[in-house]
Every structure is written in C-alpha cells, then in structure tokens.
C-alpha cells in the first residue's frame, strides 16, 4: 500500500513566478490537508479538502495561495506570485477520518526555494 | 502562549536509555493526540495515536495522556540511534472547528552509542 505522494520534491522558482504542488493520498483515504514547515518553526495547518470540496482554509494566508483536490487526480497547492518568504518545506498528509480511525499520514514533502 | 507547548531540546541519551519526551497544550477541546517522528529533511512518520487519557503501547514505545493536567508523553524504550530524531507531537479537536492538526515546535532527539 503505497504511501501519500508529493512531487515535485524539490521546487525552485524565481519572484514572482508561481509553484504547483501536487499530493496523491494513500487509497482508500479521501481527506487531505496541507501544512507548511518553515525553517526553525513547527508545522501549520494550512488547508483541510475532501474531493470537489474545501473544508477548512482557515491557515491559508488570503493572497497568492490556493488549493485543489478535483474529483480525478491530486490535490493540488499552488502559489502565485512566489516571494521569498514562501520558502519553506510544505507536507500533504491524508487520512480515513472515519469513526475510530482519525490520524493523519504525511507525505515526503516538498521544498520549496525562492530566489 | 502556543496551544502545545514541546521543550526543543536537544535531548541527548546512551544507547538503551529510556527516553522520556514530553508536551503540554492549552485547548481543553483537544480529544485526538498523536506522535511524530522526523528525520531531517523528511516527512513526519506516525508513531502513536491515542483518543482518551491513559496509556497505549506499541513495542518500544509507549503514549501517555493525562488530560486532566492538559499532558501528553512519549516513552521509548531500550533507544537505539536510529531514534535519533526530532520528535513531534500533535492534537486535534476533531470536530465542531476541529479537522486540523496543532503541532507542538519538535524535540530534537539525539542516542548515543
């Protein structure tokens, strides 16, 4: 059973151009989240999706950030207008979120650098 | 004040030393806890997960909730190096707001030979 996929795994992107992260969930799991990991600093939630559906984007930052998880296909997190300050390293994690079983399942993450 | 708080460390210990690694957190709404493992530059892997206070045990380590003093532990038993790690913990309201993880900042864990 293969776990939660990112790619790319390393992403280099110039001011002002824009980064697409993309996550698969393990099967069977239907709910994901991304969080961002910052140098130095914990992980924060950013946003919570089932298919079709944005559930919670309560840690999104308003501007430039955006999230997907089409009924085919990844989730998809995509910034506009990179900036320096959104180098960070960003985590997909999935889960069942069924009754008994909510835990949640990371991803290897992607780095992304903005120079 | 973070809704869960987790020394930094380092912590340092010998080989087959028993670690204890430790969080507090705030938010009375917190039902779900879970531990994380991170190597540098990797994803957090899962470790331990637990619903109520009391304690769950899976080989080497064992979780502990005490949620009436808002604390939540981590034992690992007989550590090796390749514990050598930073260690997460997390909590989750699950509902009613809920549908997200607060991280607690990571323990960095180093076992010596």
């Known amino acids: 059973n293969a776990g939660v996929m990112q790619n790319p795994r390393h992403l280099v992107r110039r001011r002002g151009q824009e980064a697409r992260l993309r996550c698969s969930p393990m099967k069977g799991h239907s709910h994901v989240y991304w969080y961002r990991q910052l140098p130095e600093e914990g992980l924060k939630f950013m946003v919570y999706l089932q298919k079709e559906n944005i559930i919670d984007e309560s840690g999104m930052p308003k501007e430039r950030f955006s999230a997907e998880f089409p009924k085919e296909g990844p989730s998809i997190l995509r910034i506009q207008q990179v900036v320096r300050g959104d180098s960070a390293a960003y985590f997909c994690?999935?889960?069942?979120?069924?009754?008994?079983?909510?835990?949640?399942?990371f991803g290897p993450g992607t780095r992304l650098t903005v120079t | 004040q973070k809704e869960v708080e987790q020394d930094p460390g380092p912590l340092s210990v010998p080989e087959g030393a028993i670690v204890s690694l430790n969080c507090t957190y705030s938010n009375s709404a917190f039902q779900y806890f879970m531990w994380y493992r991170q190597y540098s530059r990797k994803g957090p892997e899962l470790l331990m997960y637990t619903y109520s206070s009391g304690n769950k045990e899976d080989g080497r380590f064992t979780a502990q909730v005490d949620k009436s003093s808002k604390y939540i532990s981590l034992f690992i038993r007989d550590s090796q190096p390749s514990d050598s790690a930073t260690y997460l913990c997390?909590?989750?309201?699950?509902?009613?707001?809920?549908?997200?993880?607060?991280f607690g900042t990571g323990t960095q864990l180093k076992v010596e030979l």
């Open positions: 997390a909590a989750d309201i699950l509902t009613g707001g809920g549908n997200k993880l607060t």
């Open positions: 994690a999935s889960s069942p979120r069924q009754r008994g079983s909510y835990e949640q399942y």
